[in-house]
């Protein structure tokens, strides 16, 4: 059996996680953040000043896959 065919193996593999691209505005950076294990958020820092950013997952959200940070 191979890791592409196990049942639940995208967790596994950081290129086929989901994700959100964010972009970082006053750091002047990009990053992605990924779903937590629970699957109810997208939870990350900035690259630069590791501010915390969560997203949380909901019915009434976005399909959009980028984002705005303003880190403070």
Do not use: W
Not at 29 to 58: E, F, L, Q, W
């Amino acid at each position: 059996m191979t890791a592409s065919s196990s049942q639940g193996s995208e967790n596994l593999d950081p290129q086929k996680r989901s994700f959100l691209g964010i972009h970082y505005v006053k750091c002047g950076t990009y990053g992605r953040i990924y779903k937590n294990k629970d699957g109810s958020a997208y939870i990350g820092n900035c690259p630069r000043c590791m501010h915390p950013i969560k997203v949380r997952i909901g019915s009434e959200g976005t399909g959009h896959r980028f984002f705005k940070c303003f880190c403070p």
